[in-house]
Structures are given as structure tokens and as C-alpha cells.
């Protein structure tokens, strides 16, 4: 099995339809132990039943944007298990109304939300973790294809996203001293909640239908076995990269 022994933390599971929960599933059928963080109290009675299906060693809760948060359960794990092989960061949010409407219209405020959630909460795990990953870790983050094109109604995350794929190159400099390799996965449109919260969604989807080289969308599969392959030593030699999962819609022009 690819990852046999390996053991993986993975934040942003909140349902059996989200892209984490694909990623999760898919390490759980190739060996690995995992353990799961959820955000919010709400989240809480719909992980549980999760991690009991996936077999989970243990889920813990963590606001990301809380310093003293990812500190504790740094500290949990660390009693846990003596290192950490993978990070799965699956997280990402921006205010419903920045999402909507005109990028300028963003308020400071939720550029700083959006910021702060989805890019920024990498960094802030890497630091934490950084000396619990065992030799040759994968860390793992989600973008999407509104990272570097325009994208309607994707706005505030979508600078959002630009500024996490960025961070994935920094950060595989800082970590890649000690064999640590950083990537973004960018998955093409997938039915999960957060997709639910972007107007139009149906439309991008039937763009990737109609455009797309493979001429279909992907599925939680999909995307689960190029985690896989970034979680695994398959990936031994790659590091500070965006790999796409979208049909090949992102080589696609005019």
C-alpha cells in the first residue's frame, strides 16, 4: 500500500461530500492513520460519524485563526504520535458578500477574513508542526483554477488562493532543508458546501462539460488519488508545485 505506516492530519472534512473527505478516504484504502480537525462545534456531529467510518485515531478541534488553538493541538498530536507524514489543508472561506458582486467592493475586513483563512492558516500550521513532520512529510493545500484567472463571483478568494499558492513556494524553500515537500492540489469544480456559497456554480460546471479536454467534471476520486500520489513517495522529487485536477481545463484558451 502507498501509504502503509504513514500517518496524516487533515483539516476541512465537514461532510461526506467534501473534497477532504475524498482525500481522507482515499489515504485511509492505502494504509495511512489519520486523525481529523474540524473548525466549529456545528461541524462536530457530522465529523464523528466520519471518523468512525474512516477509522480515525482521533479528531480534534482547531480554529485556525487562532495562534494559542494551533499551538494546543500541536501539542495533543504530539502525545499522539512521535511525527507527522502528511498535512492536508483543506480550508478556505470568505464572507458570502465578498463573493458577490464587484472585487472592489471588497470591504477590508473581509479581504483580511479571506486572507487570514485561507492562506495565511498554512503558514501558521507549517510553523507549528515543523518539528514533528517526520523526514520526507508531504504537506498538501486545495486551490482552484480562480488562483490565476478571473473568475466571476470568486473575488476575494480568488486573490486569496494566489496568495496560498505563493505561500506553497515559500514554504517548500523554508521546509525543503529538512526533505519536507509543499504542493497545491487545484481541483477543478467540485458539488461540495463551499462550493454551494459561489453564484453561478451550475454555469462553471457545465463549462468544464463543454471545454474541457476530457470533457467531463472530476469527482472526489479524482482528486483523492493525486493526494495520493503528493502524500506518497511516489512524489519524492516534487515540491513548490500547483498541480491541476480539472479535465486539463486550465490548459484551455479562448
Known sequence: ???????????????????AYG?????????CRIGLSYSRDAVR??????AEELGADFVVQCNVTSDEDIARIRREIAGRWDGLDVLVHSIAYANREDLAGRFIDTSREGFHVALDVSAFSLVALCKAFEE???????????????????VANYNAMGVAKASLECC??????????????????????VRTMAAAAIPG???ILGAIEDKSPLRRNITLEDIGRCAL??????SSGTTGQTVFVDSGYNIMGI
Do not use: C, H, W
Not at 514533528?132 to 478571473?150: H, I, N, Q
Open 45 to 50: 456531529k457530522r465529523i464523528l460519524p466520519i
Open 229 to 234: 500520489y503528493l502524500a506518497s513517495d511516489l
Open 168 to 189: 506553497v513556494r515559500y514554504l517548500a524553500v523554508d521546509l525543503g532543508a529538512r526533505g519536507v515537500r509543499v504542493n497545491a492540489l487545484s481541483a477543478g469544480p
Open 201 to 203: 456554480f451550475r454555469s
Open 23 to 31: 482525500i481522507a478516504k482515499a489515504f485511509v484504502e492505502q494504509g
Open 1 to 19: 500500500m502507498l501509504l502503509s505506516g504513514k500517518r496524516a492530519l487533515i483539516f476541512g472534512v465537514v461532510n461526506n461530500r467534501s473534497i
Open 132 to 150: 514533528l513532520f517526520a523526514p520526507e512529510a508531504s504537506v498538501m493545500t486545495m486551490s482552484y483554477y480562480g488562483a490565476g484567472r478571473v
